[in-house]
């Protein structure tokens, strides 16, 4: 069977930990890229638990806002915390949109396709559901050339262990290497295909609040580090700890992101 996500899933409050509280951060960015307008039917495609989601209803006076996520520990967190009659969560695959086609007015998917190893098939659904003329847009990490506290974690894991090396590997696959999303739009068949690089900064306060995401239940590095004995994630969270002390004491530190974005007309 095929497998429409890679990303590991633990619960609403482990995902805000890792990485909500950057891609609410990075939805702001996203949202002056793709745009957006009163009135609009729009569909948030991996909404995971709902940051595009919330800074749209913010920003406009929409008809209607769709998130969808494959984990139901997302939607139900996303639907407990966002309270908005305009709002509707709802479990579904991005690779199989639980939708008729030509649905939205805009579609957009946040971090989501570089964790679906049938990209293909997820972008032709984002278009399936877009109406003649609606913008779709994505944007996923530059994992391998922009993003300074992943690479950190995974160059040490790679260098500590072969499991280390094969997990970078795969997390820098598929859609992360410049001009990939848009090649994809434009093989999907979208017009006026533009892309850019959209940069915001990821704060931690010491150590502690970059490591303890990395070992909870949410993510790939969660199953990297869950899957191992518990005195060689102890050895490799000193090595990593040694990267982010960088030779100073512990406390704050801000790291650079660089998340690649593109956005395209859904044809006729």
Request: hydrophobic share 45%.
């Amino acid at each position: 069977m095929a497998v429409s996500s890679t990303f590991t899933a633990g619960s609403g409050e482990g995902y805000d930990r890792i990485m909500g509280r950057w891609s609410a951060r990075l939805a702001e960015a996203f949202l002056d890229f793709a745009g957006c307008s009163d009135g609009e039917n729009i569909l948030d495609a991996g909404c995971g638990t709902g940051s595009l989601t919330s800074a749209l209803s913010r920003r406009i006076n929409a008809r209607s806002i769709t998130g969808v996520d494959f984990s139901p520990i997302y939607i139900d967190y996303a639907s407990q915390a966002i309270r908005d009659p305009r709002i509707t969560f709802k479990v579904g695959d991005i690779c199989a949109l639980p939708f008729a086609d030509r649905s939205f007015d805009r579609v957009l998917s946040l971090l989501v396709l570089h964790f679906v190893p049938q990209t293909e098939r997820a972008v032709a659904e984002l278009r399936r559901v877009a109406r003649p003329g609606a913008t779709v847009a994505a944007a996923v990490w530059d994992v391998r050339g922009g993003y300074v506290a992943n690479r950190m974690f995974y160059d040490t894991a790679a260098a500590f262990d072969d499991e280390g090396r094969k997990r970078r590997a795969h997390y820098t696959r598929p859609m992360t290497r410049p001009g990939e999303l848009a090649a994809a739009w434009r093989a999907a068949g979208f017009t006026d295909v533009r892309d850019a690089a959209l940069h915001i900064r990821m704060e931690y306060s010491a150590f502690e609040d970059f490591w303890i995401p990395l070992a909870g239940k949410d993510g790939p590095g969660a199953e990297y580090l869950a899957a191992m004995p518990a005195e060689r994630r102890d050895r490799l969270r000193d090595l990593v700890r040694d990267a982010y002390l960088d030779g100073e004491p512990d406390g704050p530190r801000s790291y650079a992101a660089i998340a690649w974005a593109v956005a395209g007309t859904a044809p006729a």
